[in-house]
């Protein structure tokens, strides 16, 4: 599937734009994370907290993309515009989160079903002083690190690999490649307007996947469809199976 390639581009160009803050940091593959896994009930309090990621006060942004075409993803690679965990002279970063997946089979009648499940993966990182305060809808992702954790040498990288490990236990991703901004809410809001053509596909391709019967012409996300192939062959595909 070639859906998000334009999307993919956009990231690329926003990593490589020069920035007079801080530059782009890259940390390549690297061993299994040692970081302890957290317990049941480690839930971390307003009181116990070092550092907040996109906070409702900041801006946040935080959703992947996949192909098939694994030469787009830089596998295990992690890169970070802005400030690490450890570093932050603040007790609040902004937070952006862009996930690229290379990956084998992603085809119109299981991509969406595949995109569930790989966004529904965040959700089992078990990392002890890390906890995810909210999610929404509209691509924003909060987050909390315990004091102790920030003590101990919690990083952005320990994350990102937990994330990586977890996606690539699923059999059709391949290749798993994370970008972190945490530079300024102004860059964050920039990776935002990309992810909002990518909330624009999403909800396009929801509305394929979860609506049985609609009349194109009367759909909302024509505008969409009619610049996205790949959502027409989609659309099609589930069509016919549908009326089989």
């Known amino acids: 599937m070639q859906l998000f390639h334009g999307i993919i581009e956009e990231v690329r160009t926003f990593m490589q734009t020069p920035r007079t803050s ?6 390549p593959s690297f061993p299994e994370i040692s970081w302890p896994a957290a317990g049941p009930r480690d839930i971390i309090l307003q009181s116990d907290t070092g550092v907040e990621l996109g906070n409702p ?14 030469s787009r993803v830089c596998d295990e690679k992690i890169s970070l515009l802005g400030q690490d965990i450890g570093e932050a002279d603040s007790n609040r970063l902004p937070f952006g989160r862009v996930v690229l997946i290379g990956g084998t ?4 009648e299981n991509c969406y079903t595949r995109f569930r499940e790989m966004d529904l993966s965040r959700y089992d990182i078990s990392l002890k002083g ?3 305060r909210a ?4 691509m924003r992702e909060w987050s909390r690190i315990s004091r102790e954790a920030v003590k101990s040498g919690f990083s952005l990288p320990i994350l990102g ?5 977890k996606l690539k236990s699923l059999d059709y991703v391949d290749c798993v490649e994370i970008l972190f901004v945490t530079s300024s809410n102004p860059d964050v809001l920039e990776l ?3 992810g909002d053509r990518f909330i624009q596909l999403i909800n396009a391709m929801t509305r394929i996947a979860e609506d049985h019967d609609f009349d194109c012409e009367s759909c909302e996300f024509q505008p969409v469809c009619d610049e996205a192939e790949d959502l027409r062959k989609m659309h099609k595909a589930l069509k016919e199976k549908r009326s089989s």
Request: no cysteine; glycine share 2%; charged share 25%.
């Open 57 to 70: 006060k900041d801006q946040s942004v935080s959703f992947l993309v996949w192909t098939n075409d694994l």
């Open 135 to 138: 999610v929404s809808q509209y």
């Open 105 to 108: 089979g992603f085809d119109e």
């Open 161 to 165: 690999k937990a994330m990586i490990q």
């Open 192 to 194: 935002k307007k990309t």
């Open 130 to 132: 890390y906890m995810m």
């Open 22 to 27: 801080f530059p782009i940091r890259e940390y």
